[in-house]
């Protein structure tokens, strides 16, 4: 359990964390997401609640959005947001880790953009691991208008079992 401030009226709030079905994460998405819509897919999501029962954020967690990725073994925050409740955002990455962990995820990842500080990740123990080129997702064989901001992104991880290869180095 948190203590922090509500994110419009002030105050202190205490924060606790929940699983949440997609369709309630979606809707918070779709009321409190700055530049993204829902997501179709999900692997689990988890809300974080004051003492009244009141939503302030949800992380939604999926398959990795890039196909280099190992799909089986990484976990990824496809989607997170809160409505500026203090610690809400750090709760829900350390939540969100804590899930993949127990669920047997080697790692967990997410992307933000190069212009956001990271300071929830950080927070929660996650680590920057690059910069990623931002780019459209439109070619020939499959155009697309991009409703996603396509500027540079920052890759951060967590580490939550290691394999033994991972182990050894």
Not at 57 to 75: E, L
Request: hydrophobic share 35%; aromatic share 6%; glycine share 10%.
């Amino acid at each position: 359990m948190a203590r922090g401030h509500a994110g419009e009226g002030g105050g202190s709030v205490s924060l606790h964390v929940r699983p949440l079905t997609l369709k309630k994460a979606n809707e918070l998405v779709s009321v409190l997401h700055r530049h993204h819509r829902p997501v179709t897919g999900h692997r689990f999501s988890i809300g974080v609640y004051d003492e009244e029962g009141v939503p302030h954020g949800a992380v939604i967690v999926g398959r990795p959005v890039a196909r280099a990725v190992d799909q089986s073994n990484v976990a990824e925050v496809t989607r997170l947001v809160t409505d500026g409740t203090y610690n809400a955002c750090s709760m829900l990455y350390a939540s969100a880790a804590r899930a993949a962990s127990a669920m047997g995820f080697e790692r967990i990842q997410t992307y933000i953009l190069a212009s956001e500080p990271g300071t929830s990740l950080r927070a929660s123990g996650w680590s920057f691991e690059g910069t990623v080129r931002g780019r459209a997702w439109s070619c020939s064989s499959r155009p697309r208008v991009d409703a996603h901001p396509t500027d540079d992104k920052q890759r951060w991880v967590r580490v939550l079992n290691p394999t033994r290869v991972e182990e050894a180095a």
